[in-house]
Nanobody
Framework: QVQLVESGGGLVQAGGSLRLSCAAS????????MGWFRQAPGKERDFVAA????????YYADSVKGRFTISRDNAKNTVYLQMNSLKPEDTAVYYC????????????????????WGKGTLVTVSS
């Protein structure tokens, strides 16, 4: 098992940027495909972005493509989500997830509950 802790959320105006971080501890971080998901109030959890174990392959939801960038630093056991041109509809709790020896493609379709999850960090985008 890997333990995940998200950080970097906060309040930002529309058009602004935030960078989320997810620090992992436990098993070898480089053995996990990593993903970011979000859940807005009253809505289901949605896929946002995923990255392969090596970091060479990335996948994005259409709603964030071109605005968000997922990356990872295996030496620091951390995955990041750079969020630019934020919109009010990006407001949600953002969760980090890890799946051992899995593919990032598998994280793009439901069910999303597999693997290890952090407790989330709140991102609020004001108009």
């Amino acid at each position: 098992q890997v333990q995940l802790v998200e950080s970097g959320g906060g309040l930002v105006q529309a058009g602004g940027s935030l960078r989320l971080s997810c620090a992992a501890s436990g098993r070898t971080f480089s053995g996990y495909a990593m993903g970011w998901f979000r859940q807005a109030p009253g809505k289901e959890r949605d896929f946002v972005a995923a990255i392969s174990m090596s970091g060479t392959s990335t996948y994005y939801a259409d709603s964030v493509k071109g605005r968000f960038t997922i990356s990872r630093d295996n030496a620091k056991n951390t995955v990041y989500l750079q969020m630019n041109s934020l919109k009010p509809e990006d407001t949600a709790v953002y969760y980090c997830a890890a799946r051992y020896r899995d593919t990032p493609q598998s994280m793009t379709v439901p069910p999303y509950g597999m693997g290890s999850w952090g407790k989330g960090t709140l991102v609020t985008v004001s108009s």
